[in-house]
């Protein structure tokens, strides 16, 4: 299953990056008892579940009903590929940058480390679509953005790759609010995130995880070291 979902996204440097990744990840494989940052975490389950990878899925009508109803700007993932008709990014204020990764994003993946650690591999080789959120140096956003990544119930076990990438320039001040929801069954939600914030720079980052009771989350942050505050 990876890179099972590559066509979604393509470039030679994106092209590059997956396939640095699917190596990496076949160096390791999936993590056992005898890994030593899983030993006291089995990975036994989400393994048996034979979660199969998402390749394409009808956004839902309205979203799941414990995804939180914030008043402010909204990007919704569904199975790790951006929704145009549940998100709300009408009026942006003004030097905030919400998006859809393109193929000419060369920065995206810089951060994320592959080798050692298979499931940010995982990801790498089998993200969907990614979320850019940049904000111009010197800008103070007061409205938070809302990213919402929701599971759906495709009746089988699946897996799918959020991928969100936040840059904030120089001085500048925002916040970030990420909830992971589902609709139910059985799901597996592998995400990255990736932050890049300047000196001088205020980021708030809040993540709320309620997802299906039966799902399976997991989750690497990785962000660029400088001055700043996080």
Avoid at 3 to 8: L, P, R, T
Avoid at 46 to 58: C, D, E, F, Q
Avoid at 176 to 194: D, I, L, P, R
């Amino acid at each position: 299953g990876v890179g099972g979902a590559k066509a979604q996204l393509s470039s030679p440097h994106i092209d590059a990056l997956r396939d640095r990744a699917v190596a990496a990840f076949k160096a390791t494989g999936l993590p056992t008892a005898r890994t030593e940052a899983w030993k006291f975490t089995s990975a036994a389950p989400l393994i048996k579940s034979n979660a199969a990878p998402v390749v394409t899925s009808a956004d839902p009508e309205t979203l799941p009903a414990n995804a939180l109803a914030v008043d402010c700007p909204t990007v919704v993932l569904v199975d790790g590929a951006i929704s145009d008709k549940l998100s709300t990014l009408d009026n942006l204020p003004q030097g905030l940058t919400v998006r859809s990764a393109s193929a000419g994003d060369a920065g995206l993946g810089d951060l994320l480390p592959l080798d050692g650690f298979p499931f940010a591999a995982l990801n790498t080789a089998s993200f969907r679509d990614a979320v850019m959120i940049e904000v111009a140096a010197g800008q103070t956003v007061e409205t938070p953005v809302h990213i919402v990544s929701v599971s759906t119930d495709a009746k089988v076990p699946q897996i799918s790759h959020p991928r969100i990438c936040i840059k904030v320039g120089k001085g500048a001040i925002a916040a970030v609010a990420e909830s992971h929801v589902g609709e139910g069954g059985v799901s597996f939600a592998n995400v990255a995130v990736e932050v890049d914030v300047a000196d001088d720079a205020v980021l708030t980052h809040v993540k709320l995880q309620d997802e299906s009771r039966d799902g399976f989350h997991t989750a690497i942050f990785l962000t660029g070291i400088q001055d700043f505050n996080y």
